[in-house]
């Protein structure tokens, strides 16, 4: 089945550009109500908004014009939206929508009117920049909207070279990506379906199970018997709910199968989730955790490493860590920081930034149940930066290290959960990459039921793996 259509947004390369500090002792504000008769340069942000996608506040550099540009300009990714297919469409039909705002605002001690270091909390709209996006042509092809200097002149009108100048480049990108879709919750053990559009199709099946005993990650690595340990779950429960609640949460596994029966990825708890000393919450000083599993011959290989605790204070949220091994060793991965444990959200692992490339269109098959290996990075094309000398316009590095890689949407503690899972098309080349992320998914998803206070109860489907000698 055919990846699913999506777009990114890149908003990218932000400067801000001053004309040269005057020589004149006068005090008279030149630039915008900006003194630049200072040495120092103003401070300067973005506030960049796109439809209904929270605001993004970025920090600017700034520059004058007598300075060397390539000394000051600064190569990173300001900020990123993703759009389906379902959000494109709805754009077409507003035209209004497809339009990107930036206003750059100054503040700092070189404000007009600042004395005795108040500065600091005054700000400045220096104007206002906006590029139409034409999203319907960015599915297929990659579209550089602008790149370049434009002149951010206010509501009073100046001498020409008078207005501040901002730098910007914004791309739009084709972005496609598989979506796949647990028919029920993780411990369940429920189908997973590849969604493309109003079509699904079963392509995964998921066995949850628990174990014993809380054996360790050298255990787990070099068991082999691994490979088929899975116990039925969500079995009927006899128990009476007045029974009292563990103080530890060990053992679960969710293995993922393919259509055929074989093992194709496995995300296993391999530290327990125990309360802190003195309190009933996992904590950051001593999480839980679970390895994603890939197989490896007759036994399994690690693919990555999740960490999840209960967030201290009152945000009431999952905080977690996830580490990708490589040759054997692990390397921390970039993932939004929190969740929910009342309403959900979404494990989002992106790493666009810095002068990491994004935006190639790997080639995809017209053909097949889940015929994912077609999806490699021999599609891959070099940007077309019309002169930009900015990071990710460069030539492109490799597909495995750019830009969107997974994310995994989930309900909150208490709701029926179904986590629906995104991938780049980049980073799947078979069966088992695919099934890797969807493991990462129903870890995740179970991380937040482990990491419930233990003076709740669990779930009735987790608490039945009680009966079995396991919480």
């Not at 392509?203 to 990650?217: E, H, I, L, M, Y």
């Not at 002068?355 to 149940?369: A, E, K, N």
């Not at 969107?404 to 503690?413: D, I, L, Y």
Request: charged share 20%.
């Amino acid at each position: 089945m055919d990846p699913c259509s999506f777009v990114r947004i890149i908003v990218g390369n932000l400067a801000v550009r001053f004309p040269a500090p005057s020589s004149s002792t006068s005090s008279e504000p030149s630039v915008s109500g900006i003194n630049t008769s200072s040495a120092s340069a103003p401070n300067c942000y973005c506030k960049i908004k796109f439809k209904s996608f929270p605001r993004q506040i970025v920090t600017v550099p700034v520059i004058f014009r007598t300075e060397s540009e390539s000394e000051t300009r600064c190569s990173t990714v300001a900020a990123c939206f993703s759009l389906s297919k379902a959000q494109i469409e709805a754009s077409l039909k507003k035209p209004k929508l497809s339009v990107l705002s930036i206003e750059t605002y100054s503040r700092g001690d070189s404000v007009t009117g600042a004395s005795c270091g108040l500065a600091s909390a005054s700000e400045k709209l220096l104007g206002r920049f906006e590029a139409s996006l034409d999203l319907k042509a960015a599915e297929t092809k990659t579209c550089l909207a602008h790149n370049g200097w434009v002149a951010l002149s206010g509501k009073r009108r100046n001498k020409p070279g008078s207005d501040p100048e901002l730098h910007v480049s914004v791309r739009v990108e084709p972005d496609p990506r598989f979506v796949f879709q647990f028919d029920g919750e993780p411990e369940c053990s429920p189908q997973v379906f590849q969604v493309q559009g109003n079509t699904k199709q079963a392509v995964f099946t998921c066995k949850f199970g628990a174990r014993n005993s809380s054996s360790g990650d050298r255990n787990l690595l070099h068991s082999s018997s691994m490979m088929s340990e899975t116990r039925s779950s969500c079995i009927s429960s006899m128990k009476s709910e007045k029974e009292q609640p563990s103080k530890e949460r060990k053992g679960w596994s969710v293995t993922v199968h393919d259509l055929s029966g074989s093992p194709v990825a496995m995300a296993s708890m391999v530290t327990p989730f125990v309360p802190s000393p003195g309190s009933n919450r996992v904590t950051r000083s001593s999480p839980g955790a679970w390895l994603i599993l890939r197989p490896d011959g007759c036994t399994w290989k690690p693919w990555g490493r999740l960490e999840a605790w209960r967030e201290a204070g009152y945000s009431d949220s999952l905080g977690y860590r996830f580490e990708l091994f490589q040759d054997g060793i692990a390397t921390e991965v970039s993932a939004s920081s929190s969740i929910s444990l009342k309403n959900g959200g979404s494990f989002v692992i992106d790493v666009t930034g810095g002068t990491t490339t994004v935006g190639s269109t790997p080639t995809t098959s017209p053909q097949g149940s889940l015929d994912l290996g077609s999806g490699s990075s021999s599609g891959s094309r070099p940007g077309s930066g019309s002169g930009s000398d900015f990071g990710y316009l460069l030539p492109q590095h490799p597909a495995q290290s750019r830009g969107f890689v997974m994310s995994a949407s989930v309900e909150g503690v208490g709701k029926q959960s179904k986590p629906e899972v995104e991938v780049g098309v980049t980073h799947v080349t078979c069966t088992e990459d695919a099934a890797a992320h969807v493991a990462l998914a129903a870890a995740v998803d179970l991380s937040l039921d482990a990491c419930r206070l233990f003076s709740q109860k669990l779930r009735k489907e987790l608490r039945q793996q009680s009966q079995l000698g396991v919480v």
